[in-house]
């Protein structure tokens, strides 16, 4: 089985925040997490620092390769950084 992770710490999330599946929208200073397996990405943020972590909304999403998920997980970062009730941006493949 093949699979990858990334966290980014400190993402302040943008006006708006982000909308996540347990408990809805949150805000301020954000650790964002991408787990890639078996070509499906899950993204998770959580307040830094604290210990719960928020599935995003639109999670999991297909991601066929590795490569394309640390790009995705860049993706994600940025929205959460534009805030404005973002969910799990589209992932786009390379062909």
Do not use: I, K
Request: aromatic share 8%; net charge negative; hydrophobic share 40%.
């Amino acid at each position: 089985m093949n699979w990858a992770s990334w966290t980014t710490l400190g993402v302040f999330a943008g006006t708006g925040g982000v909308r996540t599946e347990e408990v809805g929208v949150v805000s301020g200073d954000l650790t964002v997490h991408t787990t890639w397996t078996e070509g499906q990405a899950e993204v998770a943020v959580q307040y830094s620092g604290a210990s719960d972590w928020f599935t995003l909304a639109g999670s999991p999403v297909p991601c066929p390769s590795e490569e394309e998920s640390r790009a995705f997980h860049q993706r994600v970062v940025e929205a959460v950084r534009a805030g404005g009730g973002a969910t799990v941006p589209v992932p786009h493949t390379v062909e």
